[in-house]
């Protein structure tokens, strides 16, 4: 069912836009690129929808899929609530492999210098965690808030001594996370990463789900413990630093999704990285079209629109929880 | 010395000095002296002596001076945005460089300046050349670009010619000289504008790439186009510049692409940018290279607003459409 509002939001987020082209169109101009049928737009207005909206709502659905099912994982193996890829210092190691790419100029190499800087600061959270004992769920957070900061203030240093005129504005709205450049090589790198980590990972629930008892009880299922560890974290860093690569670090979704999803679902890893999945997709084609959509013709960066639809509903959902427990 | 005794030295010292300036220089001019204070951007500035040493701040700022004669009064420029056009070529030549980009408060006070004039009313902080009440405080007079003003009882609602005479006005108030000679030129450059008849549409690049950065309805771009007879195609957007969206550009798709030529956003950088978006390829400015080029440095209201129209007119005109 949730497949289905995937689908549908897709066809209908693409029927959303500042130039005024009717559904029926739309929906007619992707059918021609699908090989049905001639296109009913002239070359232009098709080109709106197939090189501009449709790229950029499969990114989106790509984007808040992968942030999500990372969110899971990390939620799933660090045993911490509060773990995402952005807390972890996933996201911000992710941007500063990033800016430092973009500004040296080489596009092709951005998704992999997303994803060095994704692992590097997921080792460095780790190692400081673990670094004089025990690797609790609160000293995880202080060590990826540590790692945050030192990766966050070396891309503003970057960006300080780098940036002319008012290009900054530029580079400012992909921190804040912003899908607006999506066309389809974006598409290409989101998809492939759903595919080598994203699906992978939204198959192994039941290795998930042994990890919340904890390592002993993980290992007396036959689970390598440690070997499991890393691949997970590895494939959350994938996904991370591909999906930062597109879109910049979009916030909240990582974090928020997963919870909310626990709250309607339960917490077992078989229905919820699938679920977590779809509604991370789902949520996140809304909450970009709004962005395009709401103060056209300018655009808000979807980080902002993530976190204000996103907040009061996850706040509803955990005030409905407390009314029910 | 005790202390009353001092007080009244130093009184006396000061009246004497009074009056040694005042016998110098004569009887000071009624446009210089005790004039009603400007209200600029919100700031009162005094108009008191005539600057001596003027730091500006933006190349809007350091062309207004040099337009009016007054090169020989700034003692630093700063984030100056490109080259001044070749006919104040020589008068900038000596002009020291204070800063690539914002100058730091204290880069600001060791060119001990009494007056600082910047083209952006951002380029006052805290961070930047300081506050304006923190200047004040130190005897620094300070004044904006009123195009720049960001106050909505500032911000002028729709940029005019007027309101650049004005400015030109203040500053030669400010400075105590005449400001006829530019008025007049400024206005036979601006009477020589042959206005396009074709009624095309444009699109004002200024910057950016995944998130268009464009001249919008109310500032220099508009003036500039309504000039020379381009139909904006984001004059709805009620703001000088502006953040637009491809999607809006490809269904309004104009006829010609004014490209803002910048040192970190080149025309040619534009074109890539324009030829790489499979989308945005297909316009028609695009496709048969319909670009109209302006300099950063003109595409900010102030005295080369009129300039930048004329050089538009004639790359416009030049323009054969088929």
Avoid at chain 2, 43 to 65: D, G, N, Q
């Amino acid at each position: 069912m949730l497949t289905a509002a995937v689908l549908a939001s897709i066809t209908f987020a693409v029927t959303f836009g500042p130039a005024n082209i009717t559904p029926v169109d739309v929906w007619g101009s992707i059918l021609h690129h699908l090989g049905l049928g001639p296109s009913p737009l002239e070359p232009l207005r098709d080109s709106i929808v197939w090189d501009l909206r449709l790229p950029r709502i499969l990114t989106a659905g790509a984007v808040g899929a992968g942030l999500a099912i990372a969110g899971v994982v990390m939620q799933a193996i660090t045993r911490n609530p509060l773990a995402d890829p952005y807390l972890l210092g996933l996201s911000s190691g992710a941007s500063l492999g990033a800016v430092a790419v973009l500004l040296l100029g080489s596009a092709l190499l951005l998704p992999f210098a997303a994803f060095l800087g994704a692992m590097i600061a997921l080792a460095a959270t780790l190692v400081l965690a673990g670094a004089f004992g025990r690797i609790t769920p609160g000293r995880t957070i202080l060590a990826g808030i540590a790692v945050s900061a030192l990766a966050g203030a070396v891309t503003s240093l970057i960006i300080f001594w780098t940036v002319t005129g008012d290009s900054y504005r530029e580079i400012l709205g992909w921190l804040l996370g912003s899908l607006a450049g999506a066309r389809w090589p974006a598409v290409g790198i989101a998809a492939v990463a759903i595919l080598v980590a994203g699906v992978p990972i939204t198959l192994s629930g039941r290795v998930l789900d042994a990890f919340a008892f904890g390592d002993t009880s993980a290992a007396t299922l036959g689970i390598n413990v440690q070997a499991t560890r890393w691949i997970m974290l590895t494939g959350a860093a994938v996904l991370t630093g591909a999906m930062v690569s597109v879109s910049g670090a979009i916030g909240f979704v990582g974090l928020i999704l997963p919870h909310a999803v626990r709250l309607l679902v339960g917490p077992r890893h078989r229905l919820l990285l699938p679920l977590s999945a779809l509604v991370g997709a789902s949520f996140l084609i809304w909450a970009d079209t709004a962005a395009r959509s709401l103060f056209d013709p300018r655009e808000l960066p979807v980080g902002i629109v993530t976190a204000i639809i996103g907040a009061p509903v996850f706040a509803a959902l955990l005030a409905r929880r407390r009314v029910n427990s | 010395m005790p202390r009353p005794l001092l007080t009244l030295s130093l009184l006396a010292s000061a009246a004497l000095l009074l009056t040694g300036c005042a016998t110098a220089a004569g009887a000071p001019s009624p446009s210089t002296t005790n004039a009603v204070p400007i209200d600029n951007c919100g700031v009162r500035v005094p108009v008191t002596a005539p600057p001596k040493r003027v730091i500006t701040i933006k190349s809007t700022s350091t062309e207004m001076l040099l337009a009016l004669g007054l090169g020989d009064r700034i003692v630093g420029t700063a984030f100056q945005d490109g080259p001044v056009p070749a006919k104040w070529a020589d008068a900038a030549a000596g002009l020291p460089v204070l800063a690539d980009k914002v100058p730091s408060q204290e880069v600001v006070l060791a060119a001990n300046p009494d007056f600082i004039y910047a083209g952006w009313e951002s380029n006052f902080s805290a961070d930047g050349a300081g506050t304006r009440p923190d200047l004040a405080a130190l005897g620094i007079r300070t004044y904006v670009s009123p195009a720049a003003c960001k106050e909505s009882a500032y911000k002028p609602a729709r940029l005019t010619f007027g309101d650049i005479d004005e400015e030109i006005g203040e500053v030669a108030d400010i400075f105590g000289v005449n400001d006829a000679d530019l008025i007049v030129e400024q206005h036979a450059t601006l009477a020589s504008i042959t206005k396009d008849t074709r009624g095309l549409s444009a699109l004002w690049f200024s910057s950016g790439s995944d998130i268009p950065y464009v001249g919008a309805g109310i500032g220099a771009p508009q003036l500039i186009l309504d000039t020379v007879g381009l139909r904006n195609i984001a004059a709805d957007v009620k703001d000088t510049w502006a953040s637009y969206n491809w999607e809006s550009v490809i269904a309004a798709n104009p006829d010609v692409i004014v490209l803002v030529d910048a040192s970190w956003s080149t025309k040619e950088k534009k074109i890539a940018v324009l030829e790489g978006n499979p989308a945005t390829a297909k316009l028609n400015a695009v496709k048969n290279h319909r670009y109209l080029i302006v300099p950063f440095a003109a595409s900010e209201a102030g005295v080369r607003t009129v300039d930048a129209a004329a050089d538009l007119a004639q790359q416009l005109a030049a323009l054969n459409l088929g």
